[in-house]
């Protein structure tokens, strides 16, 4: 027995001579959260379709709740709930019907079907769609109506591709309180994202994937730390004070001070926050070196993922940041 949900060993999927996923490693301990980060194409609808059987993989290995993907495919199929990029709803049926029919492949019960639909409508905000045909349901209705199938049968582990894509900001925090609930009742769910404030919000760990194999780890802190932490971006008024600036301010950072002569900015890391902010101040005003523009920044999960998957590479700084980033594999960031 362990303690895992989901173990996830060197997973490979090609298609044709393109590596889908690339040896991705991944664990999930049971009742926590992980979310898989990268840009379009980088593997994690694939993983996901691994995942929960949908596709075998072509080396590698992945077990979810002990099961083997591959070999009990069958078995695990019933113990998980999952929710494609796509919502996958029939049209021709009404809400209800649709999660009453999820309900019945799964095994509940004509009763506990339609208690468990009525329930899900309720806390997806879709009572008065429920009895309404689907088809004439807007984006984000079908694809909360998507969502609201997966946790059908209550599932011991979720996997969620994208699951708030498309989804108006009060359906979004609608959804995010959901998760947060059935989290706190002990299910574990993988979610795949492209919003870094998702990731944050929701997961206790974020795996950064981009060409099909895992960049970076860790949780939303941890992450930023290794992209840098906090460093101050300040501009001089003359171009002319610049290096004297840089001398001056090598004293304040605790890392390289970059010079953008063209900005007329110098960019350094900090170890004291607004501290330090007013340390550096201090001592160009003692030199005489005028600022014209200055501020304290800390990188959003935004940058992270950028820098991480090499996508800022040409701009400043950027390059620079990504090769102290502890990455697993070269992104690109260099280039
Ligand atoms: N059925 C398929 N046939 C051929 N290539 C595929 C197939 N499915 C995925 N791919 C390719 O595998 C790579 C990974 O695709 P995948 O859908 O897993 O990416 P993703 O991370 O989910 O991207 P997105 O953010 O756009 O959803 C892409 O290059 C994609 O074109
Ligand atoms: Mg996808």
Redo the contacts with the bound molecule.
Sequence with gaps: MTDAAIVVEGLVKK??A?R?LDGIDLVVPRGTVTALL??????????V?VLTTLITPDAGSARVLGLDVVRDAQELRSRIGASG?YAAVDEYLTGFENLEMVGRLYHLGAKRARERSRELLRQFDLVEAGDRPVKGYSGGMRRRLDLAGALVAEPEVLFL??PTTGLDPRARLGLWDVIDDLVSRGTTLLL?T?YMDEAERLADDIVV?DH?AVIARGTADSLKERVGGERIELSVEDGSDLEHARDVLQQVATGDVDVNEKARRVTFPVAEGTASLVDALGRLAERDIAVFDVGLRRPTMDEVFLILTGHEADTDGAAAEADSAETTRETGATR
Excluded: M, S
């Excluded at 990268?38 to 993983?47: E, L, Q, R």
């Design positions: 298609y044709g393109l889908a990268g840009p379009n194409g980088a593997g994690k609808t694939t993983a379709r990029q591709d994208e795949t492209q994937v099909g």
